[in-house]
Antibody
Framework: QVQLQESGPGLVKPSETLSLTCEVS?????????WGWIRQPPGKGLEWIGS???????YYNPSLKSRVTISVDTSKNQFSLNLSSVTAADTAVYYC???????????????WGRGTLVTVSS | DIVMTQSPDSLAVSLGERATINCKSS????????????LAWYQQKPGQPPKLLIY???TRESGVPDRFSGSGSGTDFTLTISSLQAEDVAVYFC??????????FGQGTKLEMK
C-alpha cells in the first residue's frame, strides 16, 4: 500500500531554511497526483503549504509563496519542501499528503504521512 | 481566499448521544455544473495525522462508520455523529477544495465526552 514518510531536522535556527523530504513507497510519483505539504502549529489548525506534480508544476499558498520551494525527485520517488527565513511562527508539525483525485485542482487528502515536528529556535 | 469557520470551537457530548459540528464557508462551495459541494471533513486524534471522513460534503470515505454523516450545501455544512462512541473523541476539521488553491481548513472543533 502507499505510504508517505517525512524526514528532516527537528530543530532549525531562526532566519535559516527548513528542509524536509517526503519519501513515497508503494506508488510511483511519476504516475500522477499533486503531492502536498500541510503544516500544523502545536495545538492549532491545518495550513496547506503547497503541492507539486511529477513534472515539477507547483502551486503554493500565497501566504508563504515568497519563502517556499517544493521540488520533486522522481528517481528517488520523493518530494521536498524548503521554507526560507524561518521564525518561531513556522514551528509546526509538517505533513506530506497525497490527494484522492489525480487532477490539477480540487484536492482533499486521504493519505497522510505521520508528520514531523520542526521547532524553530536558537 | 475562502475562509472556513467552524462552530462550536469545542463540544462535550454524552456517550450514545448526537454530536453536531458546523462549518461555514465565506463563499459557495457548490459547483453548478456538477451539483457537487467541494467540502471535506477530517478527524484528528492526538499525535496522529488527520483522517479523511467525508468528501463531496456527504460521501463517507471507505471504512468510516455510518454513524458519521455530512450534510449541507452552498456555504453551510454539518458533520453529525449520530451516536457518540468513546473512540470519536478527537478534533474535527472541515476543508474546502473548491476552485484553484489555496484550499483552506476550518480552525477545528474539539469533541469531548461529557
Amino acid at each position: 500500500q502507499v505510504q508517505l514518510q517525512e524526514s528532516g531536522p527537528g530543530l532549525v535556527k531562526p532566519s535559516e531554511t527548513l528542509s524536509l523530504t517526503c519519501e513515497v513507497s508503494g506508488y510511483s510519483i511519476s504516475s500522477g497526483y499533486y503531492w502536498g505539504w500541510i503544516r500544523q502549529p502545536p495545538g492549532k489548525g491545518l495550513e496547506w503549504i503547497g503541492s507539486i506534480y511529477h513534472s515539477g508544476s507547483t502551486y503554493y499558498n500565497p501566504s508563504l509563496k515568497s519563502r517556499v520551494t517544493i521540488s520533486v525527485d522522481t528517481s528517488k520517488n520523493q518530494f521536498s519542501l524548503n521554507l526560507s527565513s524561518v521564525t518561531a511562527a513556522d514551528t509546526a508539525v509538517y505533513y506530506c499528503a497525497k490527494p484522492t483525485l489525480s487532477v490539477a485542482y480540487n484536492w482533499y487528502f486521504a493519505l497522510w504521512g505521520r508528520g514531523t515536528l520542526v521547532t524553530v529556535s536558537s | 481566499d475562502i475562509v472556513m469557520t467552524q462552530s462550536p470551537d469545542s463540544l462535550a457530548v454524552s456517550l450514545g448521544e448526537r454530536a453536531t459540528i458546523n462549518c461555514k464557508s465565506s463563499q459557495s462551495l457548490l459547483y453548478s455544473s456538477n451539483n457537487k459541494n467541494y467540502l471535506a471533513w477530517y478527524q484528528q486524534k492526538p499525535g496522529q495525522p488527520p483522517k479523511l471522513l467525508i468528501y463531496w460534503a456527504s460521501t463517507r470515505e471507505s471504512g468510516v462508520p455510518d454513524r458519521f454523516s455530512g450534510s449541507g450545501s452552498g456555504t453551510d455544512f454539518t458533520l453529525t455523529i449520530s451516536s457518540l462512541q468513546a473512540e470519536d473523541v478527537a478534533v474535527y476539521f472541515c476543508q474546502h477544495y473548491y476552485g484553484s488553491p489555496p484550499y483552506t481548513f476550518g480552525q477545528g472543533t474539539k469533541l469531548e465526552m461529557k
